[in-house]
């Protein structure tokens, strides 16, 4: 079989801006996302994707109160908006990838998976939520909202605005592992743990129940590269190389660099913990286990870091 690598796209590279943030918007942006892993599948990559979705549950949410307030519709629980957009970002993908590959004359198929991932009902990040959400709002616009909404929270998000956070308990376990495993083996190119996944609880009884929350996509992707032995993680983002002494005149863009050097890294805070750092912590994860590789670039360098041309390499 050839390599397994996985590929984690951003939920925020599918909305590029408040202006562009349509359903045809993000098709747009997935179908440019499509033809960079073509090109590794084309290059005899085994390929999973993962994909972020916050914005799009953020916007499945407000969508679900507005609906609520204006004309009593039921509201969506958190859970099901991260299960509704696992199935309609992973269908766009799995489209998107499927007319690349016919157009190219690459016998592949391509399947999304509707993944449940366990979490621990007693985590800690239930009082104290982390995870970003929705549209980006001026201070002003959030103090507005907090007045209508008293119990949400506000935090300000890499320079770029003020952003609803949400809890964001760790992953433990991926329920339908051994079906994603079955269809990586009979060649299918996978979309899974879409959003990091429909968070559940697991009872006494081996029953599970969803639980309100968003997990975040690269812990999970973490996760499941280690659960089906992948080789290499890529996780995409803004930005081609990760950088420390980020904005500042010392600002330096990392090619290559160990596990070790990555942990020092982490101690002299160089990677802000509402956007790289957890990108930094599930790659570290995933290297303490089987994996070989983590890549880190933007989702246009795909074919070039792929050959070590582009993006950020953290090796053991």
Same mark, same amino acid.
Request: glycine content about 8%; charged content about 20%.
């Given at each position: 079989?050839?390599?397994?690598?996985?590929?984690? !796209?951003?939920?925020?590279?599918?909305?590029?801006?408040?202006?562009?943030?349509?359903?045809?918007?993000?098709?747009?942006?997935?179908?440019?996302?499509?033809?960079?892993?073509?090109?590794?599948? %084309?290059?005899? =990559?085994?390929?999973?994707?993962?994909?972020?979705?916050?914005?799009?549950?953020?916007?499945?949410?407000?969508?679900?109160?507005?609906?609520?307030?204006?004309?009593?519709?039921?509201?969506?629980?958190?859970?099901?908006?991260?299960?509704?957009?696992?199935?309609?970002?992973? =269908?766009? !993908?799995?489209?998107?990838?499927?007319?690349?590959?016919? *157009?190219? #004359?690459?016998?592949?198929?391509?399947?999304?998976?509707?993944? *449940?991932?366990?979490?621990?009902?007693?985590? /800690?990040?239930?009082?104290?939520? &982390?995870?970003?959400?929705?549209?980006?709002?001026?201070?002003? *616009?959030? %103090?507005?909202?907090?007045?209508?909404? /008293?119990?949400?929270?506000? !935090?300000?998000?890499?320079?770029?605005?003020?952003?609803?956070?949400? /809890?964001? /308990?760790?992953?433990? $376990?991926?329920?339908?592992?051994?079906?994603?495993? &079955?269809?990586?083996?009979?060649?299918?190119?996978?979309?899974?743990? #879409?959003?990091?996944?429909?968070?559940?609880?697991?009872? $006494?009884?081996?029953? =599970?129940?969803?639980?309100?929350?968003?997990?975040?996509?690269?812990?999970?992707?973490?996760?499941?590269?280690?659960?089906?032995?992948?080789?290499?993680?890529?996780?995409?983002?803004?930005?081609?190389?990760?950088?420390?002494?980020?904005?500042?005149?010392?600002?330096?863009?990392?090619?290559?660099?160990?596990?070790?050097? &990555?942990?020092? =890294?982490?101690?002299?805070?160089?990677?802000?913990?509402?956007?790289?750092?957890?990108?930094?912590?599930?790659?570290?994860?995933?290297?303490?286990?089987?994996?070989?590789?983590?890549?880190?670039?933007?989702?246009?360098?795909?074919?070039?870091?792929?050959?070590?041309?582009?993006?950020?390499?953290?090796?053991?």
């Amino acid at each position: 079989m050839e390599k397994l690598v996985i590929v984690a !796209i951003g939920g925020n590279s599918l909305v590029r801006d408040n202006g562009r943030d349509t359903i045809q918007d993000q098709y747009e942006a997935v179908c440019e996302t499509a033809v960079n892993i073509a090109d590794m599948v %084309e290059a005899g =990559y085994n390929v999973v994707v993962t994909h972020g979705n916050g914005p799009q549950v953020g916007f499945g949410l407000r969508r679900s109160e507005i609906a609520n307030e204006i004309a009593g519709m039921p509201e969506v629980p958190l859970v099901n908006c991260g299960a509704d957009t696992q199935g309609g970002i992973g =269908y766009q !993908i799995q489209q998107a990838l499927t007319n690349e590959f016919a *157009q190219r #004359g690459i016998n592949k198929k391509v399947a999304t998976v509707i993944t *449940q991932v366990e979490v621990s009902k007693d985590d /800690p990040n239930f009082k104290n939520p &982390t995870k970003p959400v929705g549209a980006f709002y001026t201070l002003e *616009q959030s %103090e507005e909202m907090k007045k209508e909404h /008293p119990d949400w929270i506000f !935090i300000e998000d890499s320079g770029r605005g003020y952003r609803r956070v949400v /809890p964001s /308990p760790k992953p433990i $376990d991926i329920v339908e592992k051994d079906a994603i495993k &079955t269809l990586i083996n009979s060649g299918f190119v996978v979309i899974a743990v #879409g959003g990091g996944g429909i968070p559940v609880v697991k009872s $006494d009884n081996n029953t =599970y129940q969803g639980i309100d929350a968003v997990i975040d996509k690269d812990f999970a992707t973490s996760l499941l590269a280690d659960q089906v032995n992948a080789e290499t993680l890529i996780i995409t983002t803004g930005v081609s190389r990760v950088c420390i002494n980020f904005g500042k005149p010392n600002q330096l863009a990392l090619e290559k660099i160990s596990v070790e050097e &990555t942990k020092q =890294y982490v101690l002299e805070n160089h990677f802000p913990p509402g956007s790289m750092l957890p990108k930094i912590e599930a790659s570290l994860s995933f290297l303490e286990n089987n994996g070989t590789r983590v890549i880190i670039t933007n989702p246009e360098s795909l074919k070039d870091a792929i050959n070590e041309n582009a993006g950020t390499h953290i090796v053991k």
